[in-house]
């Protein structure tokens, strides 16, 4: 990733395709704070999950701007619901948008949520 005082002024001199690959990667370096704000809004909701992992990001329109880079984004996830104590992980499919700052910091907001049936994961023979 690009490390400058002036991020944004160096995202904006990138190639289109090499903007892609940047803004791409600064999202995918920071999956783990997604699932974190997908918890949230999740509890906004009135759902505790517990372990959300973002299975898949698609990014779907990179905005640059005056001292940041706003990114719409497409997801799916999958968590373990806390209120139903079983094993069984909860399908989250959903919006956000990155905001991406000066110092290349990546933050989420506007998380929109679609819950899927659930899934019970395949037994791999061990015990419990």
Do not use: K, W
Request: proline share 2%.
């Amino acid at each position: 990733m690009i490390r400058h005082a002036d991020y944004i002024a160096s995202l904006n001199r990138l190639p289109r395709v090499e903007l892609d690959r940047t803004v791409e990667r600064a999202v995918c370096d920071t999956l783990a704070q997604l699932g974190v704000a997908i918890t949230r809004a999740a509890a906004a909701r009135g759902h505790a999950l517990h372990n959300c992992v973002v299975d898949d990001v698609q990014l779907a329109r990179i905005d640059l701007a005056d001292g940041d880079c706003r990114v719409v984004l497409r997801f799916s996830a999958s968590a373990r619901r806390a209120e139903t104590g079983r094993r069984d992980n909860q399908r989250l499919s959903g919006s956000a948008e990155a905001s991406i700052d000066d110092a290349g910091r990546v933050n989420y907001l506007g998380i929109t949520l679609s819950e899927e049936r659930g899934f019970v994961p395949h037994d791999e023979g061990g015990e419990g």
